[in-house]
């Protein structure tokens, strides 16, 4: 659906995108993450004719996509059915698809029992969920999404993947920024962009199975962030709640152990469990954005 070449872009001085290819095809779901001014925005904004690349070529078949930007400006002062006309009869919609396909899109985004409430009274969720639906009237085969979840309260973004896992059951093409982990998990492909560049693209299984280190659990009593800050060999540490989780190089294990058990006890901490388990998309994240 999209096939793009050796895309660049600058603004000035700043680089942008950096020859950046590209493919996604029909019924994927391709994640696009990286840290802020990786250059996401930048490159959809190319993607859909925003944006004149400096270099390079992009084709998006059909050039049939729906566009939510990252600040959609939604009319505050129009209720939600209305917002859905406003943007039908900028497609140049008749008022009679409109009113059928708004009927149909409502109900998949289950807003239709807010279609008479101003914009501007619906919660951060559902307000996204209106731009989704105004990104859906001219029925899209490709949708095209700039962190749509940015900001939204948890269950409202497991939400919001819900019906775009039920879009994309029905045939709909996605690519998605987005600045959470566990919706890139939510991908069949994942594209990790780093200053103008993809670092990696390729599957999460893929991308989790080829993770270039080791991911460790240890149980402690220290609660001290930054307990392993400065240790040899550590990439990466984090405490969640009452673990740490550590990313490390290729280690012998039984080495490495003790070295975590002895350096804690010199901090006059004690060590309560170390466990290896498996890599997860934030540790790849951490990986590629070179503990950043
Ligand atoms: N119109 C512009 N003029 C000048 N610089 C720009 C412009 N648009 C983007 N940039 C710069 O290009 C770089 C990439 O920005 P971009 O918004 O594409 O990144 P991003 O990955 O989408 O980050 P974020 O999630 O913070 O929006 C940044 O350094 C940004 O400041």
């Known amino acids: 659906m999209i096939r793009a070449e050796g895309i660049s872009k600058s603004f000035g001085q700043i680089e942008a995108v950096k020859q950046i290819d590209m493919i996604v095809s029909e019924g994927e779901i391709v994640g696009l993450v990286g840290p802020d001014g990786a250059g996401k925005?930048?490159?959809?904004?190319?993607?859909v004719d925003l944006l004149v690349p400096d270099e390079g070529s992009v084709r998006v078949f059909g050039r049939e996509y729906g566009y939510m930007p990252q600040r959609f400006s939604l009319y505050g002062d129009l209720k939600v059915i209305e917002n859905l006309i406003f943007f039908g009869s900028l497609y140049g919609l008749s008022k009679k698809i409109i009113a059928?396909?708004?009927?149909?899109?409502?109900?998949?985004t289950n807003l239709a029992q807010f279609k008479d409430r101003f914009a501007d009274n619906l919660s951060g969720g559902m307000k996204q969920k209106l731009a989704l639906t105004c990104a859906l009237v001219t029925r899209p085969r490709l949708l095209i999404l700039d962190e749509p979840t940015y900001?939204?309260?948890?269950?409202?973004?497991?939400?919001f993947w819900k019906i775009l896992y039920d879009l994309n059951g029905q045939g709909l093409t996605i690519l998605v920024s987005t600045p959470y982990?566990?919706?890139?998990?939510l991908c069949t492909k994942v594209a990790f962009m780093d200053k103008g560049r993809f670092t990696a693209f390729d599957s999460p299984k893929k991308l989790k199975e080829e993770f270039p280190g080791e991911?460790?659990?240890?149980?402690s009593d220290s609660r001290d962030p930054g307990?392993?800050?400065h240790v040899p060999g550590i990439k990466d540490?984090?405490?969640?709640?009452?673990?740490?989780?550590l990313i490390t190089e290729s280690c012998d294990g039984q080495a490495f152990e003790q070295m975590i058990?002895?350096?804690?006890?010199?901090?006059?901490?004690?060590?309560?469990?170390?466990?290896q388990v498996p890599s997860s998309m934030e540790d790849v994240f951490v990986m590629l954005s070179g503990g950043e």
Do not use: C, H, N
């Open 41 to 47: 925005t930048t490159l959809m904004r190319i993607l």
């Open 100 to 108: 059928q396909r708004s009927e149909e899109i409502l109900a998949l």
């Open 151 to 159: 900001g939204v309260d948890p269950e409202s973004r497991k939400e």
């Open 181 to 185: 982990m566990d919706e890139a998990e």
């Open 215 to 219: 991911v460790w659990e240890i149980g």
């Open 227 to 229: 307990v392993f800050d």
């Open 237 to 245: 540490s984090s405490l969640f709640g009452d673990r740490y989780r």
């Open 261 to 275: 058990s002895s350096m804690l006890k010199e901090a006059g901490y004690g060590l309560e469990f170390i466990r």
